[in-house]
């Protein structure tokens, strides 16, 4: 029996920016620009932040849908700008700014739409400790990316998958009202990859540092 591969996601070759890619080809040679879709995917998410926030039942629906389509927008910009050839520094910095204002923001915004839940209060609580640390793990994991210079990802993934594929999962879950447990588990989890990264940064910066005095 031939098991499935398990080898590192190269960057930029995963399932999802495959699709993506696909999608916006036709767009390669037109006045549309990554900036547009980036615009796009920055309302789409803070429309999902804004209907998490509500706590209410259509909130979790239409805010699981806009986020959908702002992860999927966060592929189709930067596959864009590959293909045009519209690839600058500025593009990267406001698709990054996206990055670190959306994602983290977003488990602060389930936190609160939460709190009449089960959790109470709590969930409040649960996703400042997620926000926090998710705005740790990508300053963190941004500054791991310029330093190694290689082009690699600070977090890979595997089989085709990149790790922060995972937030596509966000939508389904909030259909299916699975919404506490995801932000228990972003609770524990966010603040071990940010101190995972942390120690990698630092590490990082040792070796550049010891072969700098060579």
Same mark, same amino acid.
């Given at each position: 029996?031939?098991?499935?591969s398990? /080898?590192?996601t190269?960057?930029?070759?995963?399932?999802?920016?495959?699709?993506?890619?696909?999608?916006v080809?036709?767009?390669?040679?037109?006045?549309?620009?990554?900036?547009?879709?980036?615009?796009?995917?920055l309302?789409?998410?803070?429309?999902?932040?804004?209907?998490?926030g509500?706590?209410?039942?259509?909130?979790?629906?239409?805010?699981?849908?806009?986020?959908v389509?702002?992860?999927?927008?966060?592929?189709?910009?930067?596959?864009?700008?590959?293909?045009?050839? /519209?690839?600058?520094?500025?593009?990267?910095?406001?698709?990054?700014?996206a990055?670190?204002?959306?994602?983290?923001?977003?488990?602060?915004?389930v936190?609160?739409?939460?709190?009449?839940?089960?959790?109470?209060?709590?969930?409040?609580?649960?996703?400042?400790?997620?926000?926090?640390?998710?705005?740790?793990?990508?300053?963190?994991?941004?500054?791991?990316? /310029?330093?190694?210079?290689?082009?690699? /990802?600070?977090?890979s993934?595997?089989?085709?998958?990149?790790?922060?594929?995972?937030?596509?999962?966000?939508?389904?879950?909030?259909?299916?009202?699975?919404?506490?447990?995801?932000?228990?588990?972003?609770?524990?989890?966010?603040?071990?990859?940010?101190?995972?990264?942390?120690?990698?940064?630092?590490r990082?910066?040792?070796?550049?540092?010891?072969?700098?005095k060579?």
């Amino acid at each position: 029996m031939k098991w499935p591969s398990f /080898k590192i996601t190269e960057p930029y070759t995963s399932w999802t920016h495959r699709l993506a890619r696909w999608f916006v080809r036709p767009l390669a040679h037109t006045a549309i620009t990554p900036n547009h879709l980036t615009t796009l995917r920055l309302l789409s998410g803070l429309l999902a932040i804004l209907a998490f926030g509500y706590g209410t039942r259509g909130g979790e629906i239409w805010g699981g849908v806009c986020w959908v389509l702002c992860c999927f927008l966060d592929r189709a910009d930067g596959e864009l700008a590959r293909l045009s050839g /519209k690839c600058t520094p500025a593009g990267h910095t406001y698709d990054y700014v996206a990055d670190v204002v959306l994602n983290p923001m977003l488990f602060l915004a389930v936190g609160v739409g939460l709190r009449y839940s089960n959790l109470g209060m709590w969930a409040i609580l649960l996703g400042l400790i997620a926000c926090v640390s998710i705005v740790g793990s990508s300053v963190w994991g941004e500054w791991l990316e /310029k330093i190694d210079g290689s082009g690699r /990802k600070a977090y890979s993934g595997v089989a085709g998958f990149d790790l922060d594929d995972a937030l596509y999962l966000l939508g389904p879950f909030a259909w299916l009202s699975w919404l506490e447990p995801v932000l228990i588990g972003a609770a524990i989890c966010a603040p071990v990859f940010a101190l995972v990264a942390l120690r990698r940064l630092i590490r990082a910066g040792r070796i550049n540092g010891a072969s700098a005095k060579v």
